[in-house]
């Protein structure tokens, strides 16, 4: 299947009993069982539910994976992801990452015996110089948050896993969607979603996602999800579901009004940098076009005056662009990471990277493009 026809078939089936077009949402905690540990596939829903079975499918699908795990949340699947590891074991990551990413890593898996070791993943010779006898996993996000750096996940594949083939490569594909990328498929091991977002699209849930290519590996991961418990329950899934089947759509719109928003921003008067990997200036332009088929929704910037106060002025006056935490819905966001995404990264280490309080990210929706443009212009120029 195509991308598109996959959004909405992929790993599908109608509702055996029914015929329903729709999985139904099996809102039951437990099964009947027939005879002690006989049964229909399904006995408890920690375990599986026909509704997450459904999306969980559509997952593994549209990542071009053979298995999907739909969880509680973004962070309960990064969670689970690092679940895999042992105490003194190594992971090389970005310095720019989702504040509660870094949270997880630095103050509770940290105290655990897990080693972090930040870099900036733009470079591949960044990682590998710091791969050692320890080191068990690469975490990447490309496009970063809220940066929007860009990693060459192929490269930097090939250059871990040769020097080390059972060193596990994970990749934060939240802000591009597999619509844009597919890490399974330029060597990655394990691809995580926080499916709240772009997944979901419609900011009604909190979700996250793995997919995965290797028998063995799924098997721990459900492993771990079912003996953990943070699994995804059937409304969500349903609704999660839904949001796979349009992803394509929305994503066309994302691209398009995201790429005419960066190029306004470069030139508007009182605007400073522009982060968005589709102009031809960003540094990892060149990477970004070979990688990802278009550039997405996301675009960080700067202005001019970088006082807090001007920031600040700006966000509190958009009318179309909400303030608001996360990213990836059908409307527009405006975030101010200091304050709210990266507020847990500490000051200096956020200062190290640019994530200062002039910094802006949005996340553009798919309005009308000239509402957006008239609303970012009226709140700059206030």
């Known amino acids: 299947m195509k991308f598109n026809t996959k959004t909405i078939h992929g790993g599908q089936k109608h509702e055996e009993t029914t015929g329903a ?16 540990g006989v049964h229909k596939g399904y006995e408890y829903s920690r375990a599986a539910n026909p509704t997450r079975t459904a999306l969980e499918d559509a ?22 992801v690092l679940r895999l590891l042992n105490p003194g074991d190594e992971i090389i990551t970005g310095d720019d990452l989702y504040g509660g990413t870094y949270r997880m890593f630095t103050r509770m898996f940290s105290k655990y015996g897990l080693k972090f070791k930040f870099v ?15 080191t068990k996993l690469i975490w ?41 990328q597919r890490p399974l498929d330029l060597g990655a091991d394990i691809v995580m979603h926080s499916a709240t977002k772009y997944l979901g699209g419609h900011s009604d849930l ?21 003996a953990g418990g943070a699994v995804a329950g059937p409304m969500d899934s349903f609704l999660a579901l839904r949001g796979v089947k349009t992803l394509h759509i929305r994503m066309q719109r994302h691209c398009e009004n995201g790429k005419a928003i960066a190029t306004f921003l470069t030139k508007h008067p009182k ?26 929704g996301m675009v960080s910037f700067r202005l001019k005056d970088e006082t807090k106060e001007a920031a600040f002025k700006f966000l509190e006056n958009t009318k179309v662009f909400t303030l608001a935490e996360s990213l990836g819905g059908v409307e527009s966001l405006v975030n101010h990471p200091t304050t709210m995404t990266h507020a847990s990264i500490p000051e200096p ?30 709140a700059i120029n206030l």
Do not use: W
């Open 271 to 296: 605007v400073g940098e522009v982060y968005y990997p589709g102009l031809e200036n960003h540094p990892n332009h060149k990477i970004a076009k070979e990688q990802m088929d278009d550039f997405g």
């Open 120 to 134: 900036n993943t733009d470079s591949v010779a960044n990682v590998t110089k710091e791969i050692s006898d320890a």
């Open 140 to 180: 990447l996000e490309t496009p970063t948050n809220p940066l929007m750096k860009i990693a060459d996940i192929a490269e930097i594949t090939k250059a871990v896993k040769a020097k080390n083939s059972n060193i596990l490569v994970a990749v934060d594909n939240t802000f591009a969607t597999p619509y844009l």
């Open 59 to 80: 997952f593994a699908a549209i990542e071009n994976g053979t298995h999907g795990f739909a969880f509680s949340s973004g962070l309960s699947a990064i969670d689970c």
């Open 206 to 226: 909190v979700m996250g996602a793995l997919m995965v290519k290797e028998e063995k590996l799924a098997e721990e991961i459900h492993f771990i999800q079912f």
């Open 349 to 378: 280490e956020r200062l190290k990277i640019g994530i200062t309080d002039s910094l802006i990210r949005l996340s553009v929706g798919i309005e009308d493009i000239d509402d957006l443009l008239a609303d970012l212009d009226q």
């Open 21 to 36: 077009v729709m999985p139904p949402i099996f809102q039951t905690s437990t099964f009947a069982q027939s005879s002690p």
